[in-house]
């Protein structure tokens, strides 16, 4: 299935709440067909950058410019071909899987015929064949996340945004999630990752860091690591923030 | 940035909305439950008639004059007749709530009005109880003048006779007053408060933000949560004229599709208040406040459903012209009880329809395509 | 000597046909840092209820800091402190007022509890102003003053649970500083996690799986009991298609071959056939000798079902 890669720039974004600063001046490339890891704790503003990128907020100040096949377009443009997976639960409890995977089929008009196959996919991939009957609410953290996937990956994306989709998630089911991601990366689709689990970074083809709305660090995991010196991103991490930390307590 | 609106995404949302009322126990509760028992709590349990009013009675001059005088209180049916001992028993019943009115006959009434000197009576009413004041006063005055009558043909002097007719409800039915207005409250129950419920729902859910991420327009995304609302107004509209009609014996004298075009308008109208207050709330608790607010509490106090316009104070007076309720009851009952044709209700119709377009433009303006704070 | 500060026997833990927690056995013993691992539903959060005190349990011997479940729940309740994730202090109130209201529900006395607030805040190394609302706080900050509250009324034995999750890497250091503190000082701390990287930070862990205990070790120690043979990383020299790693996994040189991100890591089914096996992939990979993860022995425990 050969597609336009989609490719990503952002150029110094600001966003402020109120009297927090969200994004300080944030610029960064998501190149296209790879797998892009944001990775930043808690209140870094992963899931700020990831709405601005989706249009569900403005920025203060800079631009986010979108490309395909290296040619500019504008969001609107590319819209039907970008899903999400927001951070929180956002799908509804009371809704089969099925029904919901009906739902997003109409929201995104796909073929009867092209919708079938695509189902019956989706759900061998993600094992939950047996369980299309079962309402969400009644679903595992595991099988909801896996079931936001299969709703975002229904009409074959050519990006993908996820926001944090593996908290809170079992190790097991973590993993399960990460190798459906895999099986993407064949397809050259763009895929965006929020995490604040360190070590998903290192399943990234280029990750992203951020702690407090600035980019500490950019590139390639491994080549990244070696640069700076440090065995893993929990260092990497340590190492740009002592600055502001105060010394660990001692006995 | 506008994409034509497509049809298959409003119904797919529509579907889905649909789910949700069956899925919710509250919803459903509301939506079958609230309307049947408003009609009975209204129509059955609360009757503005007064009849049966108890009269404390003290016959202090036991003449053939003063005992028909009791006697014509007697008879009818308003007044239900016990005999209190002296002047201070009876209105010591009334004060003691055994009562609420008394007759106080005095000594001498026989022979003061045939000797030309006019009896009088007293009659005590329990002024603490205003829904009986004004109707046993009416009771009173009335019954005097049949009274006067049978006691001597004494009739008063004016050459002419000044009767009163109740036009369009000459038993002064309460109920085929109140329950014409039935269906607007009912309406105001679905249409507000479970639409006001709905946007909101899917903020606090969390799954709007999925939701404006897909290629589905705001206005796909108001039709569709209305469609399933809107059936369920009509539904109810046709209900409530069932029953009145059935159950309770009010008359329909008038165009019912007239009555049909009022009500489209109003839902039409209350529906889109809904949805104005269900993009306005973030949360299912601030939705539901304000729709009581802004809904329900005007309707069923403000619009002329029991209490009539005409007496409250000019402030409010001018302020129930914003409320819908108001120009539907009025349609209503005058296609319920007049027959009025859609000209004689011009005003109404016209009031209506510039609160409904309003209201619909507020609406979709309103929307917000974001996540912004 | 010692004796151990939670004793567990044979608990069991039914919910009408279903059973929650199947004869788990298990014993820590003071000033051991002790992490339960497992998926969502093994069991974990059931037994986690019971030595709480929170749930009373079908059968099965539980002693909790000496008091068991025939002392009533309160007692247990006494002897243990609780950090959640997902929620310990009120946002919409001061430290200060949080900290008050536990030390009303736990009835301890003025002077005690003023005492013990103090320590409390030195041990955590609390510099900004009681009266700031929780919710102005950094996640570090309210990681730790939530540590304080289940702390407060000195219990033996704290749980944790995923206490650390999405707070930053520098304020993580220092938690855990602090966890080491108390279990030098002869608390008994447990912690439930899905980080695993948290996991290694354990003395020992218990691996829990559909109700049962199915190894209980140090991190080392459960390394080597599901990897007795060397573990290597492979990593592709070029990006390597999806369908290719299906053939790798089952490849009978290995008895283990497992994703991990871009790379995998692998354990051989005999480790002298490695001289053999090796040139077979060195053209295609980088191959370096590691030691396996916790999350290998995750996986290999709980999905391999060993």
């Known amino acids: 299935m050969a597609i336009d890669p989609i490719s990503i720039r952002i150029r110094n974004i600001k966003k402020n709440f109120k009297k927090t600063i969200a994004l300080d001046d944030v610029s960064l490339e998501f190149e296209a067909g790879l797998m892009h890891g944001v990775i930043g704790p808690e209140g870094a503003g992963k899931t700020t950058l990831l709405r601005l990128i989706l249009g569900l907020m403005r920025p203060a100040a800079g631009t986010v410019e979108f490309f395909r096949g290296g040619q500019p377009v504008t969001f609107e443009e590319i819209r039907p071909d970008i899903a999400y997976m927001p951070q929180q639960q956002s799908l509804y409890a009371d809704l089969s899987i099925d029904e919901h995977l009906e739902f997003f089929r109409a929201l995104y008009s796909i073929p009867k015929d092209v919708y079938q196959t695509k189902r019956q996919e989706l759900l061998q991939i993600t094992q939950l064949t047996e369980f299309v009957s079962r309402p969400a609410g009644q679903l595992s953290g595991g099988m909801y996340k896996k079931l936001g996937l299969m709703c975002a990956l229904l009409r074959s994306p050519h990006a993908l945004v996820l926001d944090e989709p593996t908290n809170g998630v079992d190790p097991i089911s973590r993993r399960e999630f990460w190798n459906m991601l895999y099986r993407l990366s064949d397809q050259k689709i763009l895929i965006l990752v929020s995490t604040s689990y360190m070590d998903e970074a290192e399943r990234c083809s280029r990750v992203h860091l951020i702690e407090r709305g600035k980019v500490v660090a950019s590139g390639e995991p491994r080549g990244l690591l070696v640069r700076e010196g440090v065995k893993n991103f929990d260092a990497l991490f340590m190492r740009h923030a002592v600055k502001d930390m105060k010394p660990v307590a001692t006995l | 940035m506008t994409f034509p609106f497509v049809w298959s995404r409003a119904m797919a949302v529509a579907k889905k909305e649909v789910f949700h009322i069956l899925r919710d126990p509250f919803t459903l509760a509301l939506a079958l439950g609230l309307p049947v028992m408003m009609v009975i709590v209204y129509g059955v349990a609360i009757d503005f008639n007064i009849e049966n009013v108890a009269l404390a009675v003290s016959d202090s001059d036991q003449t053939q004059t003063s005992r028909r005088l009791v006697d014509t209180f007697d008879s009818s049916h308003y007044f239900l007749v016990h005999h209190a001992v002296s002047p201070a028993a009876a209105s010591q019943d009334v004060v003691a709530e055994r009562a609420k009115a008394a007759l106080i006959i005095p000594p001498r009434f026989e022979k003061d009005l045939l000797d030309g000197r006019g009896g009088s009576a007293q009659i005590l009413l329990d002024g603490a109880d205003s829904s009986v004041v004004g109707p ?212 109404p119709f016209l009031a209506l329809t510039l609160l409904c377009s309003g209201m619909m433009l507020a609406a979709t303006r309103r929307f917000k395509r974001d996540l912004e704070p | ?275 053999e096996v090796r040139p077979q992939f060195e053209n295609k990979f980088n191959i370096t000798s590691i030691k396996p993860s916790l999350e290998d022995v995750f996986i290999r425990a709980v999905e391999n079902g060993l």
């Open chain 2, 136 to 347: 046993v006063s009416g009771y009173v005055s009335g019954i005097q003048t049949i009274a006067s009558k049978r006691i001597g043909n004494f009739s008063p002097t004016p050459p002419y006779e000044l009767r009163s007719r109740f036009l369009f409800n000459p038993e002064l039915n309460s109920r085929w007053f109140v329950i014409p207005g039935l269906t607007v409250v009912v309406m105001a129950i679905l249409s507000i408060l479970l639409t006001s419920l709905t946007i909101a729902r899917e903020w606090e859910n969390g799954s709007m933000e999925l939701l404006l991420s897909t290629p589905v327009q705001p206005l796909e995304i108001i039709v569709g949560k209305l469609t399933p609302y809107a059936a369920l107004g009509i539904i109810a509209q046709a209900f409530v004229y069932g029953i009145a009609r059935t159950i309770f014996g009010v008359p329909f004298v008038g165009n019912l599709a007239v009555l049909a075009l009022g009500c489209g308008l109003c839902l039409a109208t209350y529906l889109a208040q809904g949805i104005f207050i269900s993009v306005t709330a973030r949360n299912q608790q601030v939705a539901m406040q304000m729709a009581m607010l802004s809904g329900m509490l005007p309707t069923n106090l403000l619009s002329g459903f029991i209490f009539p316009v005409a007496s409250m104070p000019l402030f409010f007076r001018i302020l129930t012209v914003i409320f819908p309720a108001r120009w539907f009851i009025a349609i209503a009952r005058g296609t319920f009880l007049k027959g009025s044709s859609l000209l004689q209700l011009g005003g």
């Open chain 3, 1 to 275: 000597m010692t004796e151990a500060a939670v004793e567990v026997r044979d608990l069991v833990v039914r919910y009408g046909d279903f059973t929650a927690v199947d004869h788990v056995t298990v014993s820590v013993n003071p000033g051991e840092i002790f992490g339960f691992l497992g998926a969502n539903g093994a069991g974990k959060t059931t037994t986690i209820r019971v030595l709480c005190g929170l749930l009373t349990p079908t059968s099965g011997d539980v002693r909790v800091g000496g008091a068991s479940f025939a002392d009533g729940e309160r007692a247990i309740k006494s002897k243990v402190g609780y950090m959640s994730q997902k929620f310990t202090l009120y946002n919409d109130l001061t430290v200060e007022e949080n900290l008050n209201f536990i030390a009303d529900l736990r009835k301890l006395d003025r002077p005690t509890y003023l005492k013990r607030r103090q320590e409390l805040f030195d041990f955590i190394s609390f510099d900004q102003s009681p009266t700031s609302l929780v919710q102005d706080l950094s996640g570090g900050i309210k990681q730790q003053v939530s540590l304080a509250a289940a702390l407060l009324h000195d219990p033996q034995i704290v749980f944790l649970d995923e206490p650390t999750a999405g707070v930053a890497p520098a304020s993580r250091d220092r938690f855990w500083h602090l966890i080491r503190q108390l279990a030098e000082k002869g608390k008994t701390v447990f912690v439930t996690t899905h980080h695993l990287d948290e996991a290694e930070q354990c003395g020992r862990i218990a691996l829990m799986r559909e109700g049962k205990i199915i190894a209980t070790d140090s991190p080392d120690g459960l390394k080597k009991t599901f990897f007795p043979t060397p573990v290597y990383e492979f990593e592709p020299k070029q990006p390597l298609p999806y369908a290719e790693l299906g053939s790798l996994q089952n490849h009978e040189a290995f008895a283990y071959f497992e994703p991990y991100g871009l790379r995998f890591h692998a354990a051989l089914r005999r480790p002298e056939t490695w001289d």
